[in-house]
């Protein structure tokens, strides 16, 4: 069966400092891979996803970049948080485009 | 632009009621529409996937209807238990090269009191 990995859980950083949050698929091969990020009370927001190896489409200018080094690993990535990055962010992915969507359990990023 | 409402956003009923949740968007050019549960501080469910082609689709207590023409989903939840209270969301997929983009709705937040 397939199962979709997502850390660290949680993660407290400072202002000004990197990040790198981790997206891991097993069980399939080629996935549409997709990072979302939720704010307090407020939908779910489509920030970058890939349909492929180092193929990364980006929804929404940002602070933020996406890579995709593996077949089944999404990498969300800043080089200089700002506090308006804290949020909830998840990972998920599809078998092609209109598949059934499954998402990780998510990393709750605060930027002090 | 697909606009995806849930009304309410917020349920409270005693445990054995069932529930009602309704989902409504804008744009009825929709290839499929999938249901979610978030717990809090977790990730999403997925609780039903209903095709375009599709009136309804059903697992154990749930039971989900699509009236594309009129921009209209409901998720049926049979004799609600305390473990039902979660936060619903429901999302809509467009076809073609746009299918990769989701449009969520705001969610419902259930409770069912003992």
């Known amino acids: 069966s397939q199962t979709i990995h997502q850390w660290p859980a949680t993660l407290v950083q400072p202002v000004g400092s990197p990040l790198s949050l981790e997206c891991t698929v097993e069980?399939?091969?080629?996935?549409?891979l997709y990072w979302y990020r939720q704010a307090a009370g407020r939908g779910l927001q489509l920030l970058f996803y890939?349909?492929?190896?180092?193929?990364i489409s980006s929804e929404v200018p940002q602070n933020l970049s996406a890579s995709r080094p593996q077949d089944r690993q999404f990498i969300l990535s800043s080089k200089k948080l700002l506090l308006s990055d804290s949020g909830f962010y998840l990972c998920?992915?599809?078998?092609?485009?209109?598949?059934?969507?499954?998402f990780g359990q998510g990393t709750r990023l605060t930027v002090v | 632009k697909q606009e995806v409402t849930q009304i309410p956003a917020a349920l409270s009923v005693p445990e054995g009621e069932n529930l009602v949740l309704n989902c409504s968007f804008t744009?009825?050019?929709?290839?499929?529409l999938q249901w979610f549960r978030q717990d809090p501080g977790k990730g999403l469910t997925s609780l039903l996937l209903?095709?375009?082609?599709?009136r309804e689709q059903t697992s154990g207590r749930l039971n989900a209807s699509l009236d594309k023409s009129s921009g209209r989903s409901t998720l049926y939840i049979a004799a609600s238990q305390p473990g039902d209270s979660a936060t619903y969301l429901c999302?809509?997929?467009?076809?073609?090269?746009?299918?990769?983009?989701?449009?969520f709705g705001g969610g419902t937040r259930v409770l069912v009191k003992p």
């Open positions: 998920a992915w599809k078998q092609g485009a209109w598949g059934e969507a499954f």
């Open positions: 069980g399939t091969s080629n996935p549409n």
């Open positions: 890939s349909i492929g190896i180092d193929q």
């Open positions: 744009d009825s050019a929709i290839y499929n």
């Open positions: 209903i095709q375009s082609s599709q």
């Open positions: 999302a809509v997929r467009p076809p073609g090269a746009a299918g990769n983009k989701l449009t």
